[in-house]
C-alpha cells in the first residue's frame, strides 16, 4: 500500500488553551491504525505504532501489518525499511514540525498551527456550538494551498476545511473522539476525505494507548539514519 496514504493527514497540516501540564510535553507515542476505502469499495489497512519526539524532529512509524516496515521523516524526507535496511527515500512537502504530533505537544492543534504561520485570520463566525475561522494565505501565495477554515467547538479542534488558491475544496478533515493523557487532549480518531478530479477518497486514523512523554526507547524516538 503507498505509504503517502498513511501519512496524508499528518503532512497536509501546513504549517485552546490546555492543561498547563502540556506544555511540558515532548513526546507521543500511540498504536495506530489506518484504514483506507478504495474507489471500487474495498478497504485497505495499516497497522503498527507512531513516535515522535518535539526535540528530535522525527516521526517514526514501525508498521507491524500488512508487512513490516518502518518510516522515518526527518525534515523534508522519509526514509522507508525493511527487514533493519534501507529501502528507499522519497520526498516530503512538509517537516515533522508542521505535523499534528507536534502541534499536540506544542499546545497548537486547536487552530491547526495557523496562528504561527504566515496564515491571517479573515474572519470569525459562530453556528450553534461551533466557532468557524477562515484563514487567508499570505499575498502572494504560490503554494497549494488558498484558504483553510477551523471549527473547532469547547476549544477542540473540529473540523479543517481546505481549498486550493482556485477555491475548491480538496480536503476535510473530521476530528473526533478527544481523551485526555497526562493533561493533554488528544483527538483519537480523524476522519480525512480528499477531493481529486471528482472522486472522493475515505481514510480513518486511529490512536490507541496513546502515551505522553515515555522515558527511555530513546532508539526509536531518535532512530538513526544513515544517509544515500
Not at 516530503?92 to 508542521?98: G, S, V
Request: aromatic share 14%; with cysteine; charged share 20%.
Amino acid at each position: 500500500m503507498p505509504m503517502y496514504r498513511l501519512f496524508f493527514v499528518t503532512y497536509f497540516a501546513i504549517l485552546c488553551i490546555w492543561n498547563v501540564q502540556a506544555q511540558n510535553s515532548f513526546r507521543f507515542k500511540a498504536d495506530i491504525t489506518t484504514k483506507i476505502k478504495n474507489t471500487d469499495g474495498t478497504f485497505q489497512y495499516t497497522k503498527g505504532s507512531a513516535y515522535y519526539d518535539r526535540n528530535a524532529k522525527k516521526i517514526i512509524y514501525n508498521i507491524t501489518f500488512p508487512q513490516k516496515e518502518i518510516y522515518v521523516s526527518i525534515d523534508t524526507l522519509v526514509y522507508k525499511y525493511v527487514n533493519n535496511k534501507q529501502e528507499s527515500v522519497m520526498g516530503n512537502a512538509l517537516k515533522p514540525e508542521f505535523s499534528i504530533y507536534h502541534f499536540i505537544l506544542n499546545n497548537d492543534i486547536s487552530d491547526f498551527g495557523l496562528k504561527k504561520s504566515s496564515f491571517s485570520v479573515g474572519n470569525i463566525e459562530k453556528a450553534d456550538d461551533l466557532i468557524i475561522t477562515k484563514w487567508i494565505p499570505p499575498a502572494g501565495n504560490n503554494s497549494f494551498f488558498g484558504n483553510i477554515i477551523v471549527s473547532t467547538k469547547s476549544k477542540r479542534l473540529n473540523s479543517v476545511l481546505i481549498y486550493n488558491p482556485e477555491g475548491v475544496l480538496v480536503n476535510r478533515q473530521i476530528y473526533k473522539k478527544y481523551k485526555s493523557v497526562n493533561g493533554v487532549e488528544i483527538p483519537t480518531e480523524i476522519l480525512t476525505i480528499t477531493y481529486f478530479g471528482g472522486v472522493k477518497k475515505y481514510q480513518i486514523v486511529e490512536f490507541r494507548n496513546v502515551v505522553i512523554n515515555e522515558a527511555g526507547n530513546d532508539l526509536m524516538y531518535n532512530f538513526n539514519v544513515s544517509k544515500i
